[in-house]
DNA sequence: AGGAAACATGCCTTGACGGGCATATTCCTT
DNA sequence: AAGGAATATGCCCGTCAAGGCATGTTTCCT
């Protein structure tokens, strides 16, 4: 079971997370004509995506909706937290310098 | 050249960040000593994430300090930004949900 | 100058991943 | 029951990444 990091790193798998953002609850017909995948691919993206925690499955007759899952962004959200405010600080400390450098201007 | 997602999906190179976001500037062989990795594996990380450009290099005679680079994550912050307030909407919702099943109550 | 220190890099091997094809599975239709 | 639709999965193959080892490169020290 590979985690949500490493489900992200795909391309394509971020692209069907997109598609589902933009329209949740697509079955697997859908995103292979919406990306231009096959449908091989794309069902094994989604397993993959499903292992990490990041889209649910629906079933529906013979076919499968997905849905996204937004708790699976937690790790990712965790992980950047701290990131994040480290380099908003950093983001800061610039903007004041410029300010103490260009007083009253922009640079 | 590997982008950004990439490079985090390898768990020694976010301990790698995580190690610099504690305290920024370190060089390679503090990284090989906090991190209990060989000297060839921290280099070779070292050089994702620099082609990444999580990080830059700062030589200082024969040693290298490694810097994070805040900007690098931008691309990780754009992408995610989206989602993130899909599954914030979510979490409205569910707590709107929530509200009007339990009122005035917790579950 | 010679040697050690601190990193980087090339080479090799192993393992994992993604793509495609064929096939299995489940369900619906008639 | 039979056939088809919608997905999943097993297998094979090519590619690529990660780890380890040895070696190269630059810089410092004496």
Redesign the pocket.
Known sequence: M?DVF??L??P??RAILDELRVRDGR????L?ERLG????????????LRNAGLVT?L????????LLRPEGMREVEDWLAPHRAFWERRFDDLADHLDRTYPEEGP
């Open positions: 590979r490493d489900a790193a795909e394509a798998r079955v697997v017909g859908e292979v995948l096959s449908q091989t691919s794309v069902s094994k993206h989604l397993k993959v499955t079933v529906e007759g013979q076919q499968r909706r997905y």
